[in-house]
């Protein structure tokens, strides 16, 4: 959870290893290793990890430390994090900067299971599972937030909705080392929600 709310595009800026883990019974301290968002980084920021938008509580020697409370650990895959595990970072979007993506909150709707991970020659898709009650948030051709990446919905079908994902992407994010299984966190579209549009 972020102390102050922050907005970000879905362009991740860095993959970073988890260095650092500590839980205790409601707050977990995530340690990253970081060299591109590091010399910048300043104490209270906001920065996606995982797309989820926690507050910068501590930088030391390299490594950015983020505090994860109990309501927050609840509801996105964070809670599944091991040390040597990867993360996608991104800091808050600042006024002056490109929107690239769409516009992301860093507040995770939902924990959704990868159905599959298809290479397609030039580029690869997601299957990725859509419960019912989040059937209406979705839509094709709209913005989809997933572990904090920002995509396109390319196709719904039952309760499955699938996006592409360019190679540069696929290398520079997260999702290259998802699997089948894997919990993904995903954020609807705000835009598209406060809209009432629906598919």
Same mark, same amino acid.
């Given at each position: 959870?972020?102390?102050?709310?922050?907005?970000?595009?879905?362009?991740?800026?860095?993959?970073?290893?988890?260095?650092?883990?500590?839980?205790?019974?409601?707050?977990?301290?995530?340690?990253?290793?970081?060299?591109?968002?590091?010399?910048?980084?300043?104490?209270?920021?906001?920065?996606?990890?995982?797309?989820?938008?926690?507050?910068?509580?501590?930088?030391?020697?390299? +490594?950015?430390?983020?505090? /994860?409370?109990?309501? @927050?650990?609840? !509801?996105? #895959?964070?809670?599944?994090?091991?040390? %040597?595990?990867?993360?996608?970072?991104?800091?808050?979007?600042?006024?002056?900067?490109?929107?690239?993506?769409?516009?992301?909150?860093?507040?995770?709707?939902?924990?959704?299971?990868?159905?599959?991970?298809?290479?397609?020659?030039?580029?690869?898709?997601? +299957?990725?599972?859509?419960? /019912?009650?989040?059937? @209406?948030?979705? !839509?094709? #051709?709209?913005?989809?937030?997933?572990? %904090?990446?920002?995509?396109?919905?390319?196709?719904?079908?039952?309760?499955?909705?699938?996006?592409?994902?360019?190679?540069?992407?696929?290398?520079?994010?997260?999702?290259?080392?998802?699997?089948?299984?894997?919990?993904?966190?995903?954020?609807?579209?705000?835009?598209?929600?406060?809209?009432?549009?629906?598919?």
């Amino acid at each position: 959870m972020c102390y102050n709310n922050g907005m970000f595009t879905g362009i991740i800026k860095e993959v970073v290893k988890i260095t650092t883990l500590t839980k205790k019974s409601a707050l977990t301290v995530i340690g990253v290793n970081s060299k591109l968002i590091f010399p910048q980084a300043e104490i209270s920021d906001s920065i996606a990890v995982n797309g989820t938008c926690l507050t910068l509580s501590r930088k030391s020697k390299g +490594e950015l430390f983020f505090d /994860a409370i109990a309501p @927050t650990i609840k !509801v996105t #895959n964070l809670k599944y994090l091991k040390r %040597g595990d990867y993360v996608n970072l991104e800091p808050a979007l600042e006024l002056k900067e490109k929107v690239g993506g769409h516009f992301v909150l860093g507040h995770v709707d939902a924990e959704l299971k990868l159905r599959r991970s298809i290479a397609r020659g030039n580029y690869w898709q997601l +299957e990725i599972e859509l419960p /019912a009650r989040f059937r @209406t948030k979705v !839509v094709v #051709n709209g913005s989809i937030a997933v572990e %904090g990446v920002s995509l396109t919905v390319k196709k719904i079908s039952g309760v499955v909705f699938t996006v592409d994902i360019i190679p540069f992407t696929y290398k520079n994010t997260t999702l290259q080392y998802k699997r089948p299984g894997a919990r993904l966190n995903v954020e609807f579209d705000y835009l598209l929600s406060n809209k009432g549009i629906s598919a």
